[in-house]
């Protein structure tokens, strides 16, 4: 068994954003709320997720979040806040990452749903550092 541990990711339409981040649900909306819950999961916008520790650092001091500017700066930049409003991860609790077997059997049942004009990707990824981008150096802007 790996020791990495493990995220599911979905890229979707700007209307399938729309309707999962203002709670007035299409279809797919529900039923991604629905495989996201019946797996003991929550479904966070990266856009969102960014733009709370952006007010989280300022409310508490930005000298305490070391990526603090790159996220910042990724927020703000028109062409990269479109892309992340469009891109999701599965939570648990408050875990960004979990056991390959949670992973697999949420993409499963992602994957049911079936990939198309507004559902574009179900990818998972997992923490080994050789196989994902690392955090940028504190002098870094933008993501």
Same mark, same amino acid.
């Given at each position: 068994?790996?020791?990495?541990?493990? *995220?599911?990711?979905?890229?979707?339409?700007?209307?399938?954003?729309?309707?999962?981040?203002?709670?007035?649900?299409?279809?797919?909306?529900?039923?991604?709320?629905?495989?996201?819950?019946?797996?003991?999961?929550?479904l966070?916008?990266?856009?969102?997720?960014?733009?709370? #520790?952006?007010?989280?650092?300022?409310?508490?001091?930005?000298?305490? #979040?070391?990526?603090?500017?790159?996220?910042?700066?990724?927020?703000?930049?028109?062409?990269?806040?479109?892309?992340?409003?469009?891109?999701?991860?599965?939570?648990?609790g408050?875990? *960004?990452? #979990?056991?390959?077997?949670?992973?697999?059997?949420?993409?499963?049942?992602?994957?049911?749903?079936?990939?198309?004009?507004?559902?574009?990707?179900?990818k998972?990824?997992?923490?080994?550092?050789?196989?994902?981008? *690392?955090?940028?150096?504190?002098? *870094?802007?933008?993501?």
């Amino acid at each position: 068994m790996s020791d990495w541990l493990y *995220q599911v990711r979905i890229r979707v339409s700007e209307r399938l954003s729309e309707s999962l981040r203002s709670g007035r649900h299409t279809d797919l909306a529900n039923n991604l709320d629905s495989i996201s819950n019946d797996h003991g999961m929550s479904l966070v916008c990266t856009f969102d997720a960014f733009k709370g #520790y952006c007010d989280e650092a300022e409310e508490n001091g930005v000298e305490e #979040y070391a990526l603090y500017d790159w996220t910042k700066a990724t927020i703000e930049n028109p062409e990269k806040k479109a892309k992340h409003l469009k891109s999701f991860a599965f939570y648990k609790g408050f875990e *960004q990452v #979990y056991e390959k077997e949670l992973a697999l059997s949420l993409e499963e049942k992602l994957l049911d749903l079936g990939l198309g004009e507004d559902l574009l990707e179900v990818k998972v990824i997992d923490s080994n550092p050789a196989n994902n981008p *690392q955090p940028p150096s504190f002098n *870094q802007q933008g993501g």
